[in-house]
């Protein structure tokens, strides 16, 4: 007994401890019944009466019934509320993000179509991912994805079913099986990375979950597991505890069994059951088909979309050729004005990294491997001129006589390499969907994010300029207008005279491009880093990640000819005024909730310093560590040393490209500024020469001619035109002796420029270990 008792007095005191604290406490829990749910209890927190006298705790203590009994009614009702906001009207939160954010919705399509255009992308093999389709979307049914692998058909426990029960999030893979591969170079060719497998693909929800910003996954993190994943890692492997799980990319293997064909039609030619959203009070026969899409004002809706059939996903290895016609391997570009050693680099990263075949004397008929292209799309003149009947032809002599360009017609490079002329008009008049009803929108083309430049229409002095208009609405300027003002630029020649026009006119081509003929847009201030084959492999279409924002960049552009989702961005774009701007299209997709169809992959893969550079993840930075996307240019001192030491090989290791952002003005190579390819384009490389020598002249002159008392320093149209090409080669110019002294710390950009140059003149491999074959 004694043994018992100071338990029982420990006891009694923290049952006293207890009641004194729920005394103290605010709040106190209480347990009540959920209807319809017999196995779960509501635990809410009521008003704690504690702090109140013992006289008051005396007489509420005979009210507490009634109280309590009120109270759970009220928990009731709220519950009921709270169940219905989040299932029943999950847009209301939409709803007040859009009135609040003071931006008018862009959605012009039906729940109905909306539903249509996801089963024509899943169906046709576009969506090759396990995510969850928005609830939104009110799919009724699960949709088969051939381009996942199959599972097996499962029912939720009814107690995971939401009240929504009727709407289908989860699609259902009926596809072929996927093997990741262990990519490591093997004895004895070890030196270099091997090429990716072909018809490989790169699982990029597992890219995703390892590179995320938006889940706090770090840049450089991210490009040891595209490194090791990718095989770039040849020589260097550091074991790692959790190196399996870095395996990314798979080949696909079809196996004997065959699809389900009992399940809803997805062709986008049957009617779909009405989703699940109803306005409070409305009857259950009376349902609202389009309840929670917030429409764009003032706009109809479209008409019933109309969706080609859909395309049938095929594992590489069951093609009857190496390319797939329905997703030809094009990377895009487009260029405005001269030729520079922009698109220069661009086309040689292009040459240095993917598997062109030009390290083969010949291209095997019987090749396995699809061989890419490089289309680079020239608008000759001011973005809003008219193109002369002629242009093709002037293009092409432009480029003969481009240092820049020439070497690129080299016949060596007739298969892998196309210039092609602009015409925004003829482009425009390509795309079906809005062939017949974007000339209402001519004068108001130039539209980026809302903001439009205005082009009047003026019309052509002769019927032969109307075969193109390079603002698609017959407008031109007059050919006195000053050089340098806005609708006369031909490419931006500094900070302060940026060619906007051409900016805004290449943010609608790359959806047209893409759209038209399939591919993968890139921007001309890209530089490919390594063979995109297994991004390819996903058939899905994705942009990247704005940094540390939620919205697309569409710097890299990756869309499927003539797919639902173009349809739905042309309809979409049209109704808003064919603003294609970023931010525009990111509102696009968010507003019709198929973010989904376009994936924003992390920029870590196109654009790795751009987090740096904006002073995120400066605590682990990757290699090289920019601040500002100038030191790519300008390497600071500190770090000066990597370019030369480490090479190409120590630039962002794993990432696909890198993004320079503009710098159209700023030399790669300031003190070798002309294209250094060997005796093969030793014209091209004189005339460069000739052409630096002239433009140091002229400064020289004019240095000399200006006027005191004003300080200019413009070139007198008298002393350019003294100079002609004899004076020029015979002509000393102070520092510059055809060579001029390189600094002793090379940059970035000067290494890289030098490393592709390197390979064309045969001096050394590409990042494969292949040498060029001429």
């Known amino acids: 007994m004694s043994s018992e008792l100071p338990y029982a007095i420990e006891e009694k005191l923290e049952r006293q401890h207890k009641h004194h604290s729920s005394l103290s406490a605010w709040t106190r829990p209480v347990s009540l019944p959920i209807p319809g749910v017999r196995t779960r209890r509501l635990r809410i927190l009521v008003p704690n009466a504690g702090p109140f006298t013992q006289l008051r705790m005396a007489r509420m203590r005979r009210k507490r019934g009634p109280l309590l009994v009120a109270l759970a009614c009220l928990a009731v009702f709220f519950t009921v509320v709270v169940v219905t ?132 996954k770090y840049v450089r993190d991210c490009l040891e597991m595209l490194r090791l994943g990718g095989g770039l890692d040849n020589g260097e492997r550091i074991r790692r505890e959790d190196s399996n799980d870095w395996k990314y990319i798979y080949v696909e293997h079809e196996d004997d069994t065959t699809y389900p064909d009992d399940e809803d039609d997805t062709s986008g030619s ?31 809706w479209e008409p019933r979309v109309k969706l080609p059939q859909t395309l049938i996903h095929r594992p590489a290895q069951n093609l009857p050729s190496p390319c797939d016609p329905e997703n030809p391997r094009l990377f895009h570009m487009f260029w405005t004005g ?41 608008n ?22 481009s240092p820049w360009a020439s070497p690129f017609l080299h016949p060596r490079f007739k298969n892998v390499i196309q210039f092609k002329l602009w015409n925004t008009t003829e482009q425009l008049d390509g795309i079906p969907e809005i062939k017949d009803e974007w000339r209402a929108l001519r004068e108001s083309l130039f539209n980026s994010g809302g903001h439009i430049i205005s082009v009047k229409e003026k019309k052509p002095a002769s019927s032969a300029a109307l075969s193109g208009s390079a603002n698609a609405s017959e407008a031109t300027t007059t050919s006195s207008g000053d050089e340098d003002d806005m609708l006369n630029r031909t490419g931006s020649k500094s900070s302060s005279s940026y060619d906007r026009l051409s900016v805004i006119l290449s943010d609608m081509a790359r959806f047209v491009l893409c759209h038209r003929f399939g591919g993968i847009y890139l921007d001309a201030d890209t530089i490919l880093l390594r063979d995109w ?10 942009a990247y990640r704005w940094s540390r924002l939620e919205n697309y960049n569409t710097a890299v552009l990756r869309m499927n000819k003539g797919s639902a989702l173009g349809t739905f961005l042309f309809r979409t774009a049209l109704k808003n005024g064919l603003d294609f701007h970023p931010m525009t299209v990111s ?47 300008d390497t600071p001192t500190q770090n000066s040393a990597a370019p030369h030491a480490l090479g190409i090989r120590g630039f962002f290791r794993g990432s696909y490209s890198y993004h320079f952002h503009n710098f159209w003005w700023k030399p790669f190579d300031t003190t070798r500024n002309f294209p250094d390819l060997g ?55 102070p520092g510059f002796e055809g060579d001029e002294q390189d600094k002793r710390d090379l940059d970035w950009s000067v290494v890289i420029k030098r490393t592709f140059e390197a390979y064309l003149r045969g001096e050394r491999p590409n990042m494969y270990g292949e040498w060029i074959e001429w």
């Open 270 to 300: 049957g009617r779909l059951q009405a989703p699940i959203y109803r306005k409070p009070g409305r009857k259950l026969a009376d349902p609202d088909p389009n309840e929670g899409l917030l429409k764009r004002k003032g706009t109809e």
């Open 380 to 401: 000759p003149g001011p973005a809003a001129s008219v193109p002369n009947p002629t242009a093709v032809h002037d293009m092409f002599e432009q480029l003969k006589s």
């Open 85 to 216: 906001k989040s299932f029943g009207r999950s847009d209301w939160t939409d709803q007040w993000t859009a009135s609040s954010s003071g931006e008018q919705p862009t959605l012009v399509f039906r729940r109905e179509d909306l539903q249509r255009i996801w089963k024509w992308e899943v169906a046709s093999g576009h969506y090759p991912s396990t995510h969850s389709i928005p609830i939104q979307i009110g799919l009724t049914k699960p949709l088969l994805n051939p381009a996942t692998p199959r599972q097996p058909h499962r029912r939720k426990p009814s107690r995971y079913i939401s009240p929504s029960a009727d709407v289908v999030t989860e699609g259902r893979g009926v596809g072929p099986k996927r093997v990741y591969l262990d990519i490591q170079s093997h004895p004895p060719d070890v030196a270099y990375p091997p090429r990716p497998v072909p018809g490989s693909v790169a699982d990029l929800d597992h890219v995703m979950k390892h590179c995320d910003f938006g889940k706090g």
């Open 587 to 633: 509102r696009y997709t968010k507003d019709a909730y198929v973010e989904g169809l376009l994936l924003r992959l992390p920029d870590a893969l196109f654009d790795a310093a751009w987090l740096n550079t904006e002073n995120y993840q400066r605590d682990r930075p990757p290699q090289p560590y920019f601040t500002e996307f100038g030191d790519f240019f």
């Open 679 to 733: 005796p093969r384009f030793k014209a091209g490389e004189d005339s460069a020469k000739a052409a630096l020598r002239r433009e140091k002249l002229l400064l020289l002159a004019a240095q000399k001619h200006a006027s005191a008392a004003t300080g200019a320093t413009g070139i007198p149209a008298a002393v350019s035109s003294e100079l002609d090409e004899d004076d020029v080669d015979r002509a000393a110019v």
């Open 338 to 378: 001269p030729f520079t050693d922009k698109p220069y680099l661009a086309i040689l990263s292009f040459l240095f990294s993917q598997n062109t075949g030009i390290h083969l004397k010949e291209w095997p008929k019987d090749s396995k491997v699809c061989r890419p292209q490089f289309w680079l799309w020239i």
């Open 533 to 542: 084959e297994e991004l390819w492999g996903w058939k899905g279409a994705f």
